[in-house]
T-cell receptor, first 114, second 117 residues
Framework: GDSVTQMEGPVTLSEEAFLTINCTYTATGYPSLFWYVQYPGEGLQLLLKATKADDKGSNKGFEATYRKETTSFHLEKGSVQVSDSAVYFC?????????????FGSGTRLQVQP | NAGVMQNPRHLVRRRGQEARLRCSPM?????VYWYRQLPEEGLKFMVYLQKENIIDESGMPKERFSAEFPKEGPSILRIQQVVRGDSAAYFCASSPPGLAGGQYEQYFGPGTRLTVT
C-alpha cells in the first residue's frame, strides 16, 4: 500500500536559518503530493501541493518539488521565523484510482528559536 | 465562506458511553472524510462519505465505529462503548465534487479531541 516517510523531529532551528524537512513516498500509482501544517491545538492547513513530476509547490516562502525519480517531496524554506513553529505533515493521494483518502507521514515538529 | 465546522471541540466520555462527533463541510462541498490522530502520530484515514453514501470505509475499525452523512445535516462519527484507546483527535475534512483523484485538496476542520476516562 501507499506510505509516506518523514524525517523525525523535533527540528530545532534559530530564526533566519534554512529549513529542510525530508519526505519520501511509496505509491502504487501516480500520486498528488501535499504538505500540511498544524499549529498547536488546531486542525491541518494545506501549505502547498504538487500534482505531477517536476512541479514545484510554493506558499509563504515554503517550497517543495515533486521528484518522481527519487520519490521525494522535501519541504524547504530559506529563512524560518518563530511563527513557523508547528508540526508539518507530508501526505499523498492517489490520482489514478479514484481513492481519495490521504496517506500522511508521522509529522515533523519544527521549533524555531529567536 | 465558513470553513469546515466540527463540534464539540472537546468531548469527555467515560468508558462504555457513546461519543458522537459532528462535522459540517464547507459550503459547496459534498465529500466528507474522517481521520484519527493519536498522540504524537500522523493522521490515519477512517472513512470517506458522500451524501447518504459511504464510499470508502477501509480505515474504520470493524466494531463500535460508524459514520453517516445524511441528506440534511452534518456528518456524524459515532463511537459506541468507548474505551481508553479511543482517546484521540478526530478530524473531519471536506472537498468539492468533481473529478476523482488528488486534484482537489481536502480542507480540514479544527478537530474534536475525545478523552475517555
Amino acid at each position: 500500500g501507499d506510505s509516506v516517510t518523514q524525517m523525525e523531529g523535533p527540528v530545532t532551528l534559530s530564526e533566519e536559518a534554512f529549513l529542510t524537512i525530508n519526505c519520501t513516498y511509496t505509491a502504487t500509482g501516480y500520486p498528488s503530493l501535499f504538505w500540511y501544517v498544524q499549529y498547536p491545538g488546531e486542525g491541518l492547513q494545506l501549505l502547498l501541493k504538487a500534482t505531477k513530476a517536476d512541479d514545484k509547490g510554493s506558499n509563504k516562502g515554503f517550497e517543495a518539488t515533486y521528484r518522481k525519480e527519487t520519490t521525494s517531496f522535501h519541504l524547504e524554506k530559506g529563512s524560518v521565523q518563530v511563527s513557523d513553529s508547528a508540526v508539518y505533515f507530508c501526505a499523498l493521494s492517489e490520482q489514478d484510482t479514484g481513492r481519495r483518502a490521504l496517506t500522511f507521514g508521522s509529522g515533523t515538529r519544527l521549533q524555531v528559536q529567536p | 465562506n465558513a470553513g469546515v465546522m466540527q463540534n464539540p471541540r472537546h468531548l469527555v466520555r467515560r468508558r462504555g458511553q457513546e461519543a458522537r462527533l459532528r462535522c459540517s463541510p464547507m459550503k459547496g462541498h459534498s465529500h466528507v472524510y474522517w481521520y484519527r490522530q493519536l498522540p504524537e502520530e500522523g493522521l490515519k484515514f477512517m472513512v470517506y462519505l458522500q451524501k447518504e453514501n459511504i464510499i470508502d470505509e477501509s480505515g474504520m475499525p470493524k466494531e463500535r465505529f460508524s459514520a453517516e452523512f445524511p441528506k440534511e445535516g452534518p456528518s456524524i462519527l459515532r463511537i459506541q462503548q468507548v474505551v481508553r484507546g479511543d482517546s484521540a483527535a478526530y478530524f473531519c475534512a471536506s472537498s468539492p465534487p468533481g473529478l476523482a483523484g488528488g486534484q482537489y485538496e481536502q480542507y480540514f476542520g479544527p478537530g474534536t479531541r475525545l478523552t475517555v476516562t
